[in-house]
């Protein structure tokens, strides 16, 4: 066990809570970190403090998150798809420069049929995407890298990715 307090953590997302900025993605993230860890009184305290800002501020979605620092930097967000019922995502993302980064965590906690529905869930939603973008699969495999050159690289490594619901972690 950590004995460090996660005290700044709580005080940092209620500083975005009270902005409305702090996505289900965030609120979960902080959520499994209290719960592997005994709370002291004080992070208690900021705990339900944070909670009834949450309550009362509606807060903005992951993906609008995600297309304000994306756009912020002057990309795209090309396809994400974030669950608010595990802690899981995966996005696909184009930079000012034409380049694009993929990103993924599947939660291991839930079943490995909740993974594996996720999985599928996501790639039918990206296979519908890369229609639209008029791109296919590549049949080679595509290994992970920072940024790559092309829509279709990038779209098919997540694809890859998501074949194997088991071994993604993030």
């Not at 802690?87 to 839930?110: C, F, H, I, W």
């Not at 790559?148 to 098919?156: D, I, M």
Request: charged share 25%; with cysteine.
């Amino acid at each position: 066990m950590n004995d460090m307090t996660i005290l700044p953590n709580i005080e940092e997302a209620m500083e975005d809570a009270r902005n409305g900025k702090l996505s289900p993605y965030w609120q979960n993230n902080l959520k499994r970190e209290c719960l592997h860890r005994k709370l002291s009184a004080e992070e208690r305290q900021a705990l339900s403090e944070l909670n009834r800002i949450l309550s009362e501020t509606p807060q903005w979605s992951s993906e609008e998150e995600l297309r304000h620092d994306v756009e912020n930097i002057g990309g795209k967000v090309r396809f994400c798809h974030f669950w608010d019922e595990h802690y899981s995502m995966v996005q696909l993302t184009e930079d000012r420069n034409g380049k694009y980064s993929t990103a993924y965590v599947l939660d291991t906690e839930p079943t490995p049929d909740v993974r594996k529905a996720a999985a599928l869930q996501a790639q039918k939603e990206l296979a519908d995407c890369m229609q639209v973008w008029g791109v296919s699969l590549l049949d080679t495999s595509v290994p992970e890298q920072m940024k790559y050159a092309s829509l279709a690289e990038a779209a098919s490594h997540l694809m890859q990715v998501l074949n194997d619901p088991e071994h993604v972690t993030g």
